[in-house]
């Protein structure tokens, strides 16, 4: 870590020292905070923490490590922590250790980051802002959020989608990411109703209705229409009440409830896009053994 000609912080990862220096060994060394749910929680989101808190339970200590998603290996990775100064505990000989909380260290400061470094030499930052002695936000963090969503990046689901609406799938969850949830939901409907008349048009023969007269359902008419070629778990568990809020429209939704939909939304559509897949393994599964079959 060095200042340029600019007097700018540069943070050079590979020279950070991951070291052991005054090691503390008790029964409560796990870090509460640090965890992989944390690095996927979204950006300028107020996290509501304990302020009695051991420091070192808080910021990282004792080399740190956690597995994560990286996106440049496309796998899970071992991160190992940098050493926090806001951590440090004295344990040096005639000295009695001591171990502040984290609402006292926080009063030192007005923003912090933690720096990790993963097994393949990749590295992890986060910076936070400090806004009281019980809440900081996420003010900036690399790789992105949406670059470590393991569901994002690493689903097979996402090829059913085709590359204009896998984008906008990556977008959504970019979006509901970074807390802009009215915007990540307008790309999940257009995903949804995409679905729906997909569906539609695989099974039109079955159905007494044309496409024009399909397009002017509201989406709750469509779904209830396509009951039958869709997946069961949509009408069970509560996803069945999201229906008539999207047909109200989007321009009519808070960004609050745009943020309770999206979860539920975002599910029903990846069961469908699960189911898809499922259907064309079992297809080809199917083929596979007629083919072996007709050589007999």
Same mark, same amino acid.
Do not use: W
């Given at each position: 870590?060095?200042?340029?000609?600019?007097?700018?912080?540069? &943070?050079t990862? *590979?020279?950070?020292n991951?070291?052991?220096r005054?090691n503390?060994t008790?029964?409560d060394?796990?870090?509460?905070?640090?965890t992989?749910?944390m690095?996927m929680l979204p950006?300028?989101?107020?996290?509501?923490i304990?302020?009695?808190?051991?420091?070192y339970k808080?910021?990282p200590?004792?080399?740190?490590?956690i597995?994560c998603?990286?996106?440049?290996?496309?796998?899970?990775?071992?991160?190992t922590?940098?050493?926090?100064r806001y951590?440090?505990?004295?344990?040096?000989p005639? #000295?009695s250790?001591?171990?502040?909380?984290?609402?006292?260290?926080?009063?030192?400061?007005?923003?912090?980051?933690?720096i990790g *470094?993963?097994?393949c030499d990749?590295?992890?930052?986060?910076?936070?802002k400090?806004l #009281?002695?019980?809440?900081?936000?996420?003010?900036?963090?690399?790789? #992105?959020?949406?670059?470590?969503?393991?569901e994002?990046?690493?689903?097979?689901?996402?090829k059913?989608?085709?590359?204009?609406?896998?984008?906008?799938?990556?977008?959504?969850?970019?979006?509901?990411?970074?807390?802009?949830?009215?915007?990540a939901?307008?790309?999940?409907?257009r995903?949804?109703e995409k679905?729906?008349?997909?569906?539609?048009?695989d099974n039109? $023969?079955?159905?007494?209705?044309? $496409?024009?007269?399909?397009?002017h359902l509201?989406t709750?008419e469509k &779904?209830?229409?396509?009951?039958?070629?869709?997946?069961s778990?949509l009408? $069970? *568990?509560?996803?069945?009440?999201?229906?008539?809020?999207?047909?109200?429209?989007?321009?009519?939704?808070?960004? $609050?409830?745009c943020?309770n939909?999206?979860?539920?939304l975002?599910s029903?559509?990846e069961?469908?896009?699960i189911?898809?897949?499922?259907?064309?393994e079992?297809e080809n599964?199917i083929?596979?053994?007629?083919?072996?079959l007709?050589k007999?």
């Amino acid at each position: 870590m060095y200042k340029d000609d600019n007097n700018v912080e540069i &943070v050079t990862i *590979n020279e950070l020292n991951f070291n052991t220096r005054n090691n503390i060994t008790t029964d409560d060394m796990e870090n509460n905070f640090i965890t992989e749910a944390m690095l996927m929680l979204p950006l300028y989101k107020p996290i509501t923490i304990n302020p009695k808190e051991k420091n070192y339970k808080f910021f990282p200590y004792n080399n740190l490590k956690i597995e994560c998603y990286c996106n440049l290996c496309k796998r899970r990775r071992i991160f190992t922590f940098y050493n926090s100064r806001y951590a440090f505990i004295d344990c040096s000989p005639g #000295s009695s250790s001591h171990v502040e909380t984290v609402d006292y260290v926080l009063k030192k400061c007005d923003y912090f980051k933690i720096i990790g *470094n993963g097994e393949c030499d990749h590295s992890l930052i986060v910076e936070f802002k400090v806004l #009281s002695s019980n809440k900081i936000i996420k003010i900036g963090q690399y790789p #992105s959020i949406y670059d470590m969503n393991e569901e994002i990046n690493n689903k097979s689901f996402i090829k059913e989608l085709g590359d204009e609406f896998a984008g906008y799938y990556k977008s959504a969850c970019s979006l509901y990411s970074f807390n802009t949830c009215i915007g990540a939901l307008t790309y999940l409907r257009r995903i949804f109703e995409k679905l729906l008349l997909d569906t539609f048009c695989d099974n039109r $023969e079955n159905l007494d209705i044309t $496409e024009e007269d399909f397009q002017h359902l509201r989406t709750d008419e469509k &779904v209830k229409l396509l009951k039958k070629y869709l997946p069961s778990l949509l009408f $069970e *568990n509560g996803f069945s009440q999201i229906y008539s809020e999207i047909s109200n429209g989007i321009h009519n939704l808070s960004e $609050e409830k745009c943020q309770n939909i999206f979860p539920l939304l975002k599910s029903a559509l990846e069961e469908i896009l699960i189911q898809k897949v499922e259907l064309k393994e079992r297809e080809n599964r199917i083929k596979a053994i007629a083919s072996e079959l007709n050589k007999l």
